[in-house]
């Protein structure tokens, strides 16, 4: 099966050069739907799922490839290698703005630009690195997704997503969960959630913006200020955003940043 097939690839835009978007746990490429117009006047627009998520193929999955976050990364590279894209624009929501820094490692040349809106090399907090959980919180969060994911994720998808005063959002975060496939969540989540990958970091050689939302309980002020100090030149843009999905919250404040970076 191609990487297009089992990733449920969808192209659009006008430009030569493309601009990939990557979507983060519990989501899809729809989560996209308020990004992407703005750019595709000027790009080649590649969206796509990950396995075990919106119309992927989930028979495609396999626990030995995806037991790591490199697996995913991997899925990444395919892609753009059957695409044959060049010097692309690599955006990345929340995990999967670690996934697009590991394959942007694994394929410079594809790869021009990076774009991670609230990354998170390591979510457990580990000496004097703030990661935003102790290792206990994880283990129950683990847990609990692992007894009830519906359950879970009714409860905490509004947490991630934030802003209770428009409480649609959340519950647009907890429909894109529960449609996520349960068994392939629970997995992702161990992998995300477990995942350290702080020492990669510095192999980042492309440009790179970090978008840092205020008030983020996945991803705190810390761990951006981490993220910029460890990637060379990097960029750090602090948004007015709150909660930890501004491609939905604030889109327009995420397009602006991105304009003036690529």
């Not at 493309?18 to 080649?44: I, L, T």
């Not at 670690?98 to 991670?116: E, F, H, T």
């Not at 907890?174 to 969540?185: G, H, K, L, M, T």
Request: glycine content about 8%; proline content about 5%; charged content about 25%.
């Amino acid at each position: 099966m191609s990487a297009t097939t089992r990733n449920n690839v969808r192209i659009s835009g006008s430009g030569e050069r493309a601009m990939m978007f990557a979507h983060g746990y519990g989501c899809d490429q729809n989560m996209w739907r308020y990004v992407v117009p703005h750019f595709q006047d000027r790009f080649r627009i590649v969206l796509f799922d990950h396995v075990g998520a919106g119309g992927s193929d989930s028979a495609a999955y396999d626990a030995g490839k995806y037991g790591t976050l490199q697996g995913y990364a991997d899925d990444v590279v395919e892609i753009a290698e059957e695409l044959d894209l060049r010097d692309a624009v690599l955006v990345g929501h929340s995990v999967s703005a670690m996934i697009c820094a590991l394959g942007s490692i694994k394929a410079p040349g594809r790869v021009g630009k990076l774009v991670m809106v609230g990354p998170s090399p390591r979510y457990i907090d580990d000496a004097d690195y703030h990661g935003g959980f102790s290792r206990d919180q994880i283990e129950e969060l683990l847990d609990f997704l692992s007894m009830n994911y519906q359950a879970w994720a009714a409860a905490t998808a509004p947490a991630i997503m934030g802003n209770s005063d428009r409480p649609e959002l959340g519950i647009e975060l907890v429909e894109s969960f529960c449609r996520a496939d349960p068994d392939i969540a629970r997995e992702f989540a161990r992998v995300t959630f477990t995942s350290d990958n702080r020492a990669d970091l510095p192999k980042i050689s492309v440009p790179t913006l970090i978008l840092q939302c205020s008030e983020d309980i996945i991803a705190p002020v810390e761990v951006g200020e981490y993220v910029r100090d460890h990637i060379a030149g990097s960029q750090l843009v602090r948004l007015a955003a709150t909660g930890h999905c501004p491609n939905i919250s604030a889109p327009d404040e995420v397009v602006s940043a991105m304009r003036d970076f690529v």
